[in-house]
């Protein structure tokens, strides 16, 4: 089994940044894909941005430009670096892992609220 540990969410007003970080212990050493998702209020759980172990990332069109991820599989951590936020990217935030065989993992959630 893998436990994720998110950090980096907060309060931040329009137009400003957040970094969110992962880390990943236990079982590291079968992660193939690390991931950023989020759940806004009353919606369900959505992809912001994933990357794989092969380098190759995918970003959701409503963060693009505005969202990087990276990742560091070697050391188990995967960084979101958030600019130019808006009120509807408040949500809580996850950090998600999938090792080979199909297992997943998830994060227990950060709170990002984008507000004046």
């Known amino acids: 089994q893998v436990q994720l540990v998110e950090s980096g969410g907060g309060l931040v007003q329009p137009g400003g940044s957040l970094r969110l970080s992962c880390v990943a212990s236990g079982r590291v050493f079968s992660i193939y894909d690390m991931g950023w998702y989020r759940r806004g209020p009353g919606e369900e759980r959505e992809l912001v941005a994933r990357i794989n172990i092969g380098g190759s990332t995918t970003v959701a069109d409503a963060v693009k430009g505005r969202f990087t991820i990276s990742g560091e599989f070697a050391k188990s951590t995967v960084v979101l670096q958030m600019n130019s936020l808006k009120p509807e990217d408040t949500a809580v935030y996850y950090c998600?892992?999938?090792?080979?065989?199909?297992?997943?993992?998830w994060g227990q959630g950060t709170q990002v609220t984008v507000s004046s």
């Open positions: 998600g892992v999938v090792q080979y065989g199909g297992l997943e993992s």
